[in-house]
């Protein structure tokens, strides 16, 4: 559409004040943005998907009689095929919650651990940070048995693995107690999207979390300059 009505632009361009230029630019490199995003999406839709056996996914498990560590990582499995057969392009997956009512938050007691809240609020009674810490391995181990699924997959779609193509974010709901600050996090894959790795970066807590959102919306291609009360982006992660 903007290659069609590229001569009137220019002739528009001239006439108009600075300020208005500027807008018509911001107008046109969103609807360039859309016109780009639209046609992958059609390129998309054309490429053949592979053919998975549905039988080797387990979908009938019951987390707590078949325990959290089948059902967490037949969840990752699915995930992880998502991702191959290119049914999606972005998941989040909200592992557990620690809500007393929550299924989830008995995930903990087939482990011989207490229900998923009452170890949160305990963790600072005698034993509470090492059970804390059991169940925090728990779940990384789960996490990092996708990340090796992943990186050893090579990408039908493109060059490299599905880790090297994507971007993975860990984390948790809060750092201590409800303070939504200093969250301990996990950022993983995207070798090919530009990310650095191998290293371990303590932010001050006045760095908005959403500085991380803004820089892998970037890598991914977004047009986004800001994102809510993001500051700037986190150049430290960068390749």
């Known amino acids: 559409m903007l290659d069609a009505v590229a001569p009137d632009l220019k002739q528009l361009h001239q006439k108009i004040a600075s300020e208005d230029r500027s807008r018509l630019e911001q ?3 969103s609807v360039r943005s859309l016109e780009n995003r639209l046609q992958r999406a059609q390129q998309w839709l054309d490429i053949p998907k592979p053919e998975v056996d549905a039988s080797q996914f387990q979908l009938d498990i019951d987390p707590i009689q078949d325990g959290p560590t089948a059902f967490i990582d037949s969840m990752y499995q699915l995930i992880h095929n ?3 057969t290119d049914s999606t392009r972005t998941i989040c997956y909200q ?3 620690e809500a007393a009512g929550g299924l989830a938050a008995r995930f903990s007691e087939p482990l011989g651990l207490p229900h998923h809240h009452a170890m949160s609020h305990g963790f600072n009674e005698e034993g509470g940070y090492e059970r804390w810490g059991t169940y925090d391995a728990f779940l990384t181990e789960r996490f990092a048995g996708f990340l090796k699924l992943m990186a050893e997959t090579d990408d ?4 490299g693995s ?3 193509n994507t971007i993975v974010l860990y984390g948790s709901g809060t750092s201590t107690v409800h303070n939504p600050r200093n969250f301990p996090l996990v950022l993983a894959g995207g070798k090919n999207l530009g990310l650095a790795h191998g290293s371990h970066i303590n932010f001050d807590e006045s760095v908005p979390m959403t500085n991380l959102l803004l820089t892998i919306l970037q890598q991914l291609g977004t047009p986004l300059d800001k994102f809510s009360d993001s500051t700037g982006i986190l150049r430290q992660i960068l390749a």
Request: hydrophobic share 50%; net charge neutral; glycine share 0%.
């Open 27 to 29: 107008y046109l490199t």
């Open 82 to 84: 998502a991702f191959l």
């Open 95 to 97: 592992k557990v919650k």
């Open 156 to 159: 039908p779609y493109a060059e």
């Open 162 to 164: 599905l880790l090297d």
